[in-house]
């Protein structure tokens, strides 16, 4: 049996809006990642077209969400690291800069992809947004195949993320994911 504690003090979790922001992202992120697959394979249609949008607002608002969370981040210390070796706290340390990384790249090059082949992001059908490069089929390629690799990549960093969770809970037991659980200060 772990003899670590466990959290108890509001100090050693996260605030409720870095909790609120974490998990709306993360219900986010997981929707327009569905999302994406799904539409990907339908042959055109209203449908498609339809999810295409749908898939482009999530991921305008993925960007400013991030933004947010990022802004929110930089001026609110977050809890102390729990003890670990340094090996560990490292790859926490490295994975999350990863996904905050892709939490921009991704959506940036979404919209680059969708400007390049011609396809004007309109925000939710009423916010026209520019776009930043020109149209350009050859690059429409390129940009939806890194948009594709990032977001694969994103995948990958979310499953060490949880899995790294998950360990800290059933054979650490050290409190880790209780700093993130919403209602549980």
């Known amino acids: 049996m772990n003899s670590r504690p466990s959290l108890q003090t509001p100090a050693s979790r996260y605030n409720g809006l870095a909790i609120f922001l974490h998990w709306l992202l993360a219900l986010a992120i997981v929707g327009a990642f569905c999302m994406g697959l799904y539409m990907s394979d339908l042959p055109l249609s209203p449908t498609r077209l339809k999810l295409y949008n749908w898939h482009k607002w999530a991921g305008v608002t993925i960007l400013a ?32 800069g990863l996904l905050y990384l892709s939490f921009f790249a991704i959506p940036l090059s979404g919209w680059a992809y969708s400007s390049a082949a011609g396809f004007p992001i309109v925000w939710f059908g009423v916010l026209p947004l520019p776009d930043f490069v020109p149209v350009d089929k050859a690059l429409a390629h390129q940009l939806k195949e890194l948009h594709e690799l990032l977001a694969w990549g994103l995948a990958l960093l979310v499953g060490a993320h949880v899995a790294a969770a998950v360990k800290h809970q059933l054979i650490d037991k050290d409190g880790l994911l209780q700093r993130m659980l919403p209602g549980r200060g």
């Open 65 to 96: 969400l991030s933004a947010l969370r990022l802004l929110w981040r930089l001026a609110n210390k977050p809890p102390a690291d729990l003890p670990m070796p340094a090996w560990q706290a490292r790859a926490a340390h490295l994975v999350h």
